[in-house]
Nanobody, 126 residues
Framework: VQLQASGGGLAQTGGSLTLSCEAS????????IGWFRQAPGKEREWVSY???????ILSDSVKGRFTISRDNSENAVYLQMNSLKPEDTAVYYC?????????????????????WGQGTLVTVSS
């Protein structure tokens, strides 16, 4: 299984970026895909996830600014990030786990995921 995160870069405050997570080696439509981020000196934190049934959940810190979506025909998940803030600066990781637990809170935790991508850096300048 491989997850490839891409789309990071430099943006100004208020700007936008779209991250992509492309997966291979798994039956993609069975998987929940999550996005996490890790800022320098901080722990990795959950940002968003989308389930195999297209249920999309966003953390309070990004709700109203970020949108998550998936395209099963492309084995890809996208994170559209608008109204970026300097505090969004982090390495963003995508992760995958089979949709096996109904409890929504399960997918907030890094330990719940089986596979991880390498990360893509997002830098938001003030």
């Amino acid at each position: 299984v491989q997850l490839q995160a891409s789309g990071g870069g430099l943006a100004q405050t208020g700007g936008s970026l779209t991250l992509s997570c492309e997966a291979s080696g798994l039956t993609f439509h069975y998987y929940t895909i999550g996005w996490f981020r890790q800022a320098p000196g901080k722990e990795r934190e959950w940002v968003s996830y989308i389930t195999s049934t297209d249920s999309a959940i966003l953390s309070d810190s990004v709700k109203g600014r970020f949108t998550i979506s998936r395209d099963n025909s492309e084995n890809a998940v996208y994170l559209q990030m608008n109204s970026l803030k300097p505090e969004d600066t982090a390495v963003y990781y995508c992760a995958a786990v089979p949709q096996r637990i109904d409890w929504s809170g399960y997918y907030y935790y890094t330990a719940s995921y089986d596979y991880w991508g390498q990360g893509t850096l997002v830098t938001v300048s003030s």
